[in-house]
């Protein structure tokens, strides 16, 4: 996409197979997604909107939510919930859109390489996401390119709560 001498955008794509179509989300250079790009008429936003052109972090409402080169993107079969490797933060970032909100699923702010349970987990630079289809429970792949392995998040939802539980996979 064409961008102005300050900053340079990206379009990262996730296809559905169940729902049979391809989804779109428009990230800018050092910012967070601003964009989720629909085949309806509209545009969903889904964080940051002008103020996501600035790196950051931040949970909350999708409006609040701040990302830094948010890069991999998956959506659960259920289309409820979009997994986002949030690269320059460490984190997997959770979009749950029946609520409507942004949180941390797993990592912290430092680079590492840590198994372990949300916040205690570690990623140093999560890039791509993969969801298993064949899990008996919500699997994530990632891609944690700073320490050339694949992870293993294992999401669990414990009525309104939800858990990670990460662990090296390959």
């Known amino acids: 996409l064409p961008g102005d001498n300050a ?26 997604i601003v964009k989720w790009l629909s085949a309806g008429p509209t ?3 889904i964080a ?10 931040k949970d909350g409402t999708r409006s609040q939510a701040r990302f830094n080169n948010p890069i991999g993107i998956a959506i659960d079969a259920a289309n409820e919930w979009v997994f986002i490797a949030d690269s320059g933060n460490h984190r997997i970032r959770l979009w749950d859109r ?5 949180s941390t699923l797993a990592g912290g702010p430092d ?5 372990g349970e949300g916040s205690e987990a570690s990623f140093n630079t999560p890039i791509s996401l ?16 700073g320490n050339d392995c694949i992870r293993k998040v294992e999401v669990i939802r414990d009525g ?3 858990r ?6 390959a």
């Not at 993969?130 to 390119?145: G, K, N, S, W």
């Open 7 to 32: 900053t340079k955008t990206w379009i990262t794509a996730v296809s559905s197979r169940t729902q049979h179509r391809v989804l779109m989300g428009k990230t800018v250079e050092g910012g967070g």
């Open 43 to 45: 545009d969903e936003e």
């Open 48 to 57: 940051g909107g002008d103020s996501g052109k600035f790196a950051g972090f």
């Open 98 to 102: 029946g609520n409507n909100s942004v």
């Open 111 to 115: 680079p590492g390489s840590s198994d």
């Open 130 to 145: 993969a969801l298993d289809p064949a899990a008996a429970t919500t699997t994530l792949y990632v891609a944690d390119a």
């Open 160 to 162: 309104e709560n939800i």
């Open 164 to 169: 990670a539980l990460v662990s090296r996979y």
